[in-house]
């Protein structure tokens, strides 16, 4: 947990989830959510997956293969954190890395808990078809080999086969009832915000020349094998998107 000196009287909470082979400890060194939490008055939670993954569905890991509960488990972190600190569901965010992505999709997939998620370098890898409305901002590097935006069978250990990243997007923004995209370039960064009903929103944010990675990632970077990219920070644009 990092609880701010100045917790805002209506806060929000984000709940970050690690990626394959990280921690909840690497999480809060590596992808400056602390620093943002202090100055913008929210809590961040930082689980630990059983095993350093999560049960994100056909991903990853002894958590996949053991059938670890990581729905009802982070869906009671959440509970409890609302009561503790008066968070209300609109207020109640996801996001993650890689495996963490990964997991944020099926949070929201399977469960109404949160009003947006932010899955960097995922994918769904797991049943999802009808879910509950959620606003989604997905971030992903086209030349990323560990799971690939066009859904192909990824490299590395996992072997990640989940769904093409666009359908993802396509999926969110049926369940959203959202509009037609509107996109902008500022290269390498493409941007595709589609507005949607109930002030929802979905978007996809590529990076052309980035591979599996948290843009603007800092310190230890476990679950981040590639380069970082400074094309965007990360953190700073997901906040954004929650805020909103």
């Known amino acids: 947990m990092h609880v701010p000196r100045d917790v805002a009287p209506d806060p929000s909470l984000v709940v970050m989830l690690h990626g394959g082979f990280g921690s909840a400890a690497q999480a809060e060194s590596a992808y400056g959510w602390d620093e943002l939490a202090d100055r913008a008055g929210f809590v961040v939670a930082y689980p630990d997956g059983d095993g350093a993954a999560w049960n994100a569905g056909s991903c990853c890991g002894s958590p996949a293969k053991k059938d670890v509960d990581d729905v009802a488990f982070i869906t009671a972190v959440v509970t409890t954190l609302q009561a503790e600190f008066g968070i209300a569901p609109e207020r109640t965010f996801a996001t993650g890395m890689s495996n963490g992505a990964m997991m944020a999709y099926r949070l929201a997939c399977d469960t109404d808990v949160f009003a ?43 072997r990640v086969d989940g769904v093409a990243v666009e359908d993802a997007i396509a999926l969110w923004r049926t369940a959203d009832g959202c509009a037609e995209p509107t996109v902008t370039e500022a290269a390498p960064v493409t941007t595709s915000t589609a507005l949607c009903s109930d002030d929802r929103e979905v978007t996809l944010i590529t990076i052309a020349d980035a591979g599996h990675q948290w843009p603007g990632a800092q310190g230890t970077r476990v679950a981040d094998p590639d380069a970082v990219s400074t094309a965007i920070d990360a953190t700073e644009v997901i906040w954004e998107f929650f805020a909103r």
């Open 116 to 158: 947006a998620i932010a899955p960097v370098s995922g994918t769904i890898v797991t049943a999802c078809d009808d879910p509950h409305p959620a606003s989604v901002l997905h971030i992903h590097g086209l030349q990323d080999e560990r799971v690939r935006y066009d859904g192909e069978t990824g490299s590395g250990a996992t």
